[in-house]
T-cell receptor
């Protein structure tokens, strides 16, 4: 069965410092992995996705993530946090090998950015 | 492109009444739409998969008679919460999959969500 674990429920950084949001996955086949961001009372926005191409994936707003199969990780990083990055972040993995389109969401990480 | 809307954005209803939530893909056709539920400070839980012209597939533990899903066209899916009770209060989010995009990418486009409060 597929699953995803976000290792931190809450991360707090100062503006201008690096961001690291950790995600580990479990999958019995080659998964597709995503990071989504959710701002308060707004829909989810796709930051980036990994679909078995390059292991280092660059997304929007300066975010990137590296797929590490040996560590079953897909951590999200950004060199310098901005106040507008404060939001809820979800690591997501595809569910099942039959391409049902289903997604499994991690529990989410709240990113706080301090001035 | 790839915009998904939901209506209403929020709704308050009395216990025992039914509420319908619409999910529309505004600029693309979607064969598949998904309905999620999100409790405060929690993650999204998939409720059901809605395919145009066929019956929805519900996840384990989701009552199909309670949460009626209709996907009548390639741009519209509706979720009706029947005989709503306070425990049904939640944030309901839909997503749509783009036709013609590689199905193996599994990219979904999410609506802004509907906040339901049952008194």
């Amino acid at each position: 069965a597929q699953s995803v674990t976000q290792l931190d429920s809450h991360v707090s950084v100062s503006e201008g410092t690096p961001v690291l949001l950790r995600c580990n996955y479990s999958s019995s086949y080659s998964p597709s992995l995503f990071w989504y961001v959710q701002h308060p009372n707004k829909g989810l926005q796709l930051l980036l996705k990994y679909t078995s191409a390059a292991t280092l994936v660059k997304g929007i707003n300066g975010f990137e993530a590296e797929f590490k199969k040996s560590e079953t990780s897909f951590h999200l990083t950004k060199p310098s946090a901005h106040m507008s990055d404060a939001a809820e972040y979800f690591c997501v993995v595809t569910s099942g090998s039959s391409n049902t389109g289903k997604l499994i969401f991690g529990q989410g990480t709240t990113l706080q950015v301090k001035p | 492109g790839a915009v998904v809307s939901q209506h209403p954005s929020w709704v308050i209803c009395k216990s025992g009444t039914s509420v319908k939530i619409e999910c529309r893909s505004l600029d693309f056709q979607a064969t598949t739409m998904f309905w999620y539920r999100q409790f405060p400070k929690q993650s999204l839980m998939l409720m059901a998969t809605s395919n145009e012209g066929s019956k929805a597939t519900y996840e384990q533990g989701v009552e199909k008679d309670k949460f009626l899903i209709n996907h009548a066209s390639l741009t519209l899916s509706t979720l009706t919460v029947t005989s709503a009770h306070p425990e049904d209060s939640s944030f309901y989010i839909c997503s749509a999959t783009l036709i013609g995009g590689s199905p193996y990418n599994n990219e979904q486009f999410f609506g802004p969500g509907t906040r339901l409060t049952v008194l």
